[in-house]
């Protein structure tokens, strides 16, 4: 079974359309993430959600939203896609309920490439 | 701020040679957790280690070691006798829990072993 999933693989779009990007982990874990790899391999922090709080890396534009329907889910909205969205989505999860967040290894989702034409 | 450096770029080796991958870190934290991934070509993040900043011991599993020292801020990793399944980007990554409540990645090593 698939420890973190993300939905779809691949995701190609118009700019300015809006698309979501789904995440769920069976690990049981309390804490998802959201990250962004850009075209040199530069992964970096989008969100990080735990027990109902919502961290948000201060230079995410707003466009971007996440939503969370339950602790197995973090799904990723995002409006009005610019072609510098374009880039590879992770999704991940860690155990971390002490309600610090990054204590404990994260797993990571296969990625989902997001292509903005 | 944290920082994480990954001051090689890419190395290349031939298959059974041992190589280093180094990583340098920053933190004002005295609290902080380093952690290794590594991403072959089919892209997904393989979770490779984590190492709290109290435990300075070394580890080994299997052809993997890691080099933890404090004393000049650096988590190298070093593969030995390389495999042509060992080719891919290794990241480094540093989180400072208990502060900055963040995680930040190094640019990544694009290693590749060559038969």
């Known amino acids: 079974d698939t420890a973190v999933s993300q939905t779809p693989k691949y995701l190609v779009t118009q700019m300015g359309n809006d698309k979501s990007i789904k995440c769920e982990q069976n690990l049981g874990h309390d804490t998802m993430y959201w990250y962004k790899q850009d075209s040199k391999k530069f992964l970096k922090i989008m969100f990080s959600y735990n027990n109902k709080e919502l961290i948000i890396n201060e230079t995410v534009p707003n466009r971007f939203s996440p939503k969370s329907p339950d602790k197995a889910h973090l799904n990723l909205h995002i409006n009005s896609l610019e072609l510098g969205d374009s880039a590879v989505y992770f999704c991940?999860?860690?155990?971390?309920?002490?309600?610090?967040?990054?204590?404990?290894?994260?797993?990571f989702g296969p990625g989902t490439r997001l292509t903005v034409l | 701020a944290q920082k994480v450096t990954q001051a090689q770029t890419e190395i290349s080796v031939v298959e059974k040679e041992d190589v280093t991958l180094d990583c340098v870190y920053e933190?004002?934290?005295?609290?902080?957790?380093l952690f290794w991934y590594k991403q072959p070509p089919s892209g997904e993040l393989v979770f490779l280690i984590r190492?709290?900043?109290?435990?300075?011991q070394n580890e080994i599993s299997g052809r993997y070691s890691w080099n933890f020292q404090k004393s000049t801020s650096s988590f190298n990793f070093t593969i030995t006798a390389s495999q042509v399944v060992d080719s891919a980007v290794y990241f480094c990554a540093l989180s400072e829990a208990f502060n900055n409540n963040d995680m930040r990645f190094g640019a990544g090593t694009r290693l590749t072993v060559k038969p």
């Open positions: 991940a999860s860690s155990q971390d309920n002490s309600g610090r967040i990054y204590t404990d290894t994260q797993y």
């Open positions: 190492r709290n900043s109290f435990d300075e």
């Open positions: 933190t004002r934290d005295t609290t902080y957790y």
